[in-house]
């Protein structure tokens, strides 16, 4: 097993991109190999701290397993929201509505 670290922000911007770079394609493997092991459906994006933008995704495509993944999202976020929270329900579906219509 590996080592331990501390768990904190990397301040230095070159090593920050280095660790971001290694550890992104230890993600990236790992995502393929829960997708192949468990024949589940996965999508990976992240950001570089530069701004380039990293993804993966298995059989489906990646707006496909993302729109599902705004519905089921949005259909939780309204039931736990609407139970814990003062606010009417009406605005919470508001939001659910604009959210799951934006185009990816």
Do not use: W
Request: glycine share 4%; aromatic share 8%.
């Amino acid at each position: 097993m590996g080592r331990k670290i501390e768990i904190k922000k990397i301040e230095d911007i070159t090593k920050c991109q280095v660790t971001f770079s290694k550890r992104r394609s230890s993600l990236m493997k790992k995502a393929q190999e829960i997708s192949v092991c468990c024949d589940v459906d996965v999508a990976f994006i992240a950001f570089s701290p530069s701004g380039r933008i990293s993804k993966f995704c298995n059989k489906r495509s990646f707006a496909a397993i993302f729109s599902g993944f705004v519905a089921l999202a949005d259909n939780i976020y309204v039931t736990c929201a609407c139970r814990r929270s003062s606010t009417s329900c009406g605005n919470l579906t508001t939001l659910r509505v604009t959210a799951a219509s934006h185009t990816i």
